[in-house]
């Protein structure tokens, strides 16, 4: 298998990954993967099995307090580290 391939943005500002590397990485519609920005260069890499099982756990757990982003912070700096 080629190392580097040249695809085409569609205009729905889409790329398509080939099928080799999709067969290669076991990919179907729906699999999660991660693109990193490294420099001038986009890498995507695969997610594997278990944390793909831990995004499908974490979406089901229901919060027991529902707090903004900014009221976690304050409760962890009070209650943890003592501020």
């Known amino acids: 298998m080629k190392n580097e391939m040249i695809v085409r943005i569609s205009k729905g500002q889409q790329i398509t990954i080939p099928s080799e590397y999709r067969v290669e990485f076991g990919w179907q519609v729906g699999s999660k993967i991660e693109l990193t920005k490294e420099g001038n260069k986009i890498v995507i890499k695969p997610?594997?099995?278990?944390?793909?099982?831990?995004?499908?756990?974490?979406h089901n757990i229901r919060p027991k307090f529902r707090l903004t982003a900014k009221q976690m912070d304050e409760v962890v700096e009070r209650e943890i580290l003592g501020r």
């Not at 997610?47 to 974490?58: M, P, R, S, W, Y």
């Open 47 to 58: 997610i594997g099995e278990d944390l793909q099982k831990l995004f499908e756990e974490a």
